[in-house]
């Protein structure tokens, strides 16, 4: 393996940096690439042909350009559509980004979840046979919350947060028959851990709030054990689309080492 070889993050937009953030802890020394399909984004709101066509696609040009030693889709809605086809097209380890439904079975002193994702993500069967193979005999509720996507990528950006949309979530949930149980919260959307402050300001810092960020982590530092690393320069940010897409992104970006963002 050449030690320059990179490790590819892809989601459709900034939220695949909770999971950069988590790697970043456990293999500080690997060349990362970051791709953000902002071209593409939201993908919540696309149907499951639109979404597992553009991601296996987009993979499949980015695995040749870049030559990553693995591939982390970091996005819950391309993962519980498109992770199978995309282990079929390349050659290398992709790992996945599923909703964090067994933590949070394990934590629930209620026995009633929360799930917050997005559109395409919450009607998937992926999610359904999570539930029956780790949450029976709890109450698990689903919402979909696109508009959490859009403030996570305002935010970012260092724009604020409209503490309406929050609240909108909470009541969504909490008027759920049982939902006034809830008392932890499966962020299912890479993008939500970036709202957690204000997530936690709307539900009660109660609520215990669980992702998939360092489990994934977790997970690529043990696929590549034993692999060295050996990086040329920062990280690179790359985005589909006009590069104005990422203005904005300026500081987030430099914080976490990443060089200016560049087009695909
Ligand atoms: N970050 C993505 C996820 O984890 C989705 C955001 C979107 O494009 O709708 O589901």
């Given at each position: 393996m050449n030690p320059d070889s990179p490790i590819l993050l892809f989601d459709?937009?900034?939220?695949g940096l909770t999971v950069y953030d988590g790697l970043r802890k456990v293999l500080p020394d690997a060349p990362v690439i970051y791709a953000a399909d902002l071209a593409g984004l939201p993908y919540g709101t696309k149907t499951e042909a639109q979404i597992a066509a553009r991601v296996a696609g987009l993979l499949g040009r980015m695995a040749e350009r870049f030559r990553p030693r693995l591939v982390c889709i970091a996005c819950n809605t391309a993962s519980t559509i498109a992770l199978g086809m995309v282990r079929d097209v390349l050659e290398v380890p992709v790992v996945g980004t599923v909703p964090a439904i067994k933590p949070a079975a394990a934590l629930t002193r209620t026995g009633t979840i929360g799930l917050v994702g997005t559109g395409a993500t919450i009607r998937q069967a992926y999610v359904d046979d999570l539930e029956a193979r780790f949450a029976q005999g709890k109450r698990l509720l689903r919402v979909a919350a696109p508009g959490l996507v859009e403030a996570a990528e305002a935010k970012l950006r260092g724009r604020g947060v409209d503490p309406a949309l929050i609240a909108d979530v909470h009541a969504e949930l909490t008027a759920m028959?049982?939902?006034?149980?809830?008392d932890t919260l499966v962020?299912?959307?890479?993008?939500?851990p970036l709202l957690s402050e204000e997530l936690a300001a709307a539900f009660g810092p109660e609520v215990r709030q669980v992702d998939g960020a360092e489990g994934i982590a977790r997970r690529i530092a043990h696929l590549l054990e034993g692999q060295s690393f050996e990086a040329h320069g920062p990280n690179r940010f790359i985005v589909t689309?006009?590069?104005?897409?990422?203005?904005?992104?300026e500081d987030a970006l430099a914080t976490r080492g990443f060089g200016p963002a560049e087009v695909f």
């Amino acid at each position: 393996m050449n030690p320059d070889s990179p490790i590819l993050l892809f989601d459709s937009g900034v939220g695949g940096l909770t999971v950069y953030d988590g790697l970043r802890k456990v293999l500080p020394d690997a060349p990362v690439i970051y791709a953000a399909d902002l071209a593409g984004l939201p993908y919540g709101t696309k149907t499951e042909a639109q979404i597992a066509a553009r991601v296996a696609g987009l993979l499949g040009r980015m695995a040749e350009r870049f030559r990553p030693r693995l591939v982390c889709i970091a996005c819950n809605t391309a993962s519980t559509i498109a992770l199978g086809m995309v282990r079929d097209v390349l050659e290398v380890p992709v790992v996945g980004t599923v909703p964090a439904i067994k933590p949070a079975a394990a934590l629930t002193r209620t026995g009633t979840i929360g799930l917050v994702g997005t559109g395409a993500t919450i009607r998937q069967a992926y999610v359904d046979d999570l539930e029956a193979r780790f949450a029976q005999g709890k109450r698990l509720l689903r919402v979909a919350a696109p508009g959490l996507v859009e403030a996570a990528e305002a935010k970012l950006r260092g724009r604020g947060v409209d503490p309406a949309l929050i609240a909108d979530v909470h009541a969504e949930l909490t008027a759920m028959p049982g939902g006034e149980a809830i008392d932890t919260l499966v962020l299912a959307c890479t993008h939500f851990p970036l709202l957690s402050e204000e997530l936690a300001a709307a539900f009660g810092p109660e609520v215990r709030q669980v992702d998939g960020a360092e489990g994934i982590a977790r997970r690529i530092a043990h696929l590549l054990e034993g692999q060295s690393f050996e990086a040329h320069g920062p990280n690179r940010f790359i985005v589909t689309g006009p590069i104005a897409g990422a203005a904005g992104l300026e500081d987030a970006l430099a914080t976490r080492g990443f060089g200016p963002a560049e087009v695909f």
